[in-house]
């Protein structure tokens, strides 16, 4: 088996690799957006073998020196290779407290505007591809980012976009996120408005006091929903009045839902133009159990997705599956009578199930999971 790649992103580590010996060819390296030519002598002296560059400006002559070696360039778009997840400064940047029409200035309304005009299903041969290679680097610095958590440490909120900043779902999602938080966990959503986005406000709220998120809570509810004009500048407020550097949390949203704003109380922000690839890609990271609240056609998708993967315990055991609203999820819309009967049916095998209104129960469920032990191979 081929070593990994070792992934070159920043000028540190390049001078370290241009300090080694130029008699001993580089090999497999990842060069990340690098720009090559500032050190084209010293680059230019070396051999490569199986290497990759990746929106890196090259000098003059290197592929003479290139063996086995990939070249990505740089595609010309207002988005690229990345080598590190968006933040909401990033995605934002160009946006200005106290003036919201600058929305439509910042990065994020640019690349969503590029992506209506080009097409959301884009036939574009230079344009699908760049989308692609911009997803695979939000993979890889997603990747990255996850190695530094437990796999129980992940946990996952699914639910409604159209959730009230004003109704009680929000306060009791904020509440569970910022004491989930607080224990150690990583909190994830599809990083939109409504459910998702009191998931991560409630992991920006983490080590405050009571009054002080009370306090966020009445900001907020002054653009209850993310129609109103002000609701990404509510945020931004709270964000200057709070500020938080010490607790983080990951939002996972899409330019095909581009109308609803990232929020950003998510501390990184894996921003994808492949929903497929980020609806997946939530449900498979939570590996630590995933908090359902009441939600429409998208949750439910989500969950006989996440099911599917629990019953054939697709990453070697079932995560819990905790949902939020008895009246909701066993009358209103009575999924979890369903899967229930389909259980002890043995239609679904391995599930981890859990109901209750009360947020220390679906706080103790999630807190009360474990991996189990994994079978070693026979040596």
Known sequence: MHPSYREIKTEEQLQAVLSQSADIPLRRLAFHGLNLREHAEEVLSRQ???CLFLACQLPHGLKRNLTDSLVFPNMGELFDFRTELYTADSLYEGYVVGEPESLKQTFDARVYKHYLERGKMAVDIKETLARTLHDHSISNALHNLLLQYAPEQIVGVMGGHAISRCERQFE???RISKRLT?????????GGPGAMEATHFGAWMAGREEAEVEEALAMLRKAPTFHDDLWLETAFQVRHRFPQTRFH??????????HEPATPFATRIAKYFDNSIREDGILTIATGGILFTPGSAGTLQEIFQDAVQNHYLSFGYASPM???GVEYWTREVPVYPLIQDLLRRGRYKNLILAISDNEEELEEEILRFAIPPQPTALQ
């Open 249 to 258: 949390s990951l939002g996972i949203p899409t330019w095909l839902y581009g």
């Open 322 to 324: 905790v949902f939020m």
């Open 172 to 174: 009791t999602v904020a």
């Open 48 to 50: 490569y073998r199986d």
């Open 182 to 190: 607080e224990q150690g966990k990583l909190m994830v959503s599809g």
